[in-house]
């Protein structure tokens, strides 16, 4: 019944911006830690960044002080800010949103893709 999706993901030139969204839909996420991942080509899936329940964030060292991840509980939605952006940004996306309270259940989107590229 829990869905996310991501979206917002395309084709941006370095040095540019992007907002992806992240939509979490069958339950509320006050009651959910979501994060951001991402999984470039052959690569693992890597933390991007983490809000927590009372809206604190925090970030991998190699998007710190680039991206910011906001959270607006009215809409079960949570915002990935990219600003100066970099080719190694590039990756496929993915929200994931996780029950804290009890079941410790996660839920993941399907990714979306960003490409950093002239």
């Known amino acids: 019944q829990v869905q996310v999706v991501e979206s917002g993901g395309g084709l941006v030139q370095p040095g540019g911006s992007l907002r992806l969204s992240c939509v979490v839909s069958?339950?509320?996420?006050?009651?959910?830690?979501v994060s951001w991942y991402r999984q470039g080509s052959g690569k693992e899936r890597d933390l991007v960044g983490a809000?927590?329940?009372?809206?604190?964030?925090n970030y991998a060292d190699s998007v710190k002080g680039r991206f910011t991840i906001t959270r607006d509980n009215a809409i079960n939605t949570v915002y990935l800010q990219m600003n100066n952006l970099k080719p190694e940004d590039t990756a496929v996306y993915y929200c994931?949103?996780?029950?804290?309270?009890?079941?410790?259940?996660?839920?993941w989107g399907q990714g979306t893709q960003v490409i950093v590229s002239s």
């Open positions: 994931n949103a996780r029950n804290v309270y009890d079941t410790n259940n996660d839920y």
């Open positions: 069958g339950v509320s996420i006050r009651r959910y830690a």
């Open positions: 809000a927590t329940l009372g809206g604190s964030t």
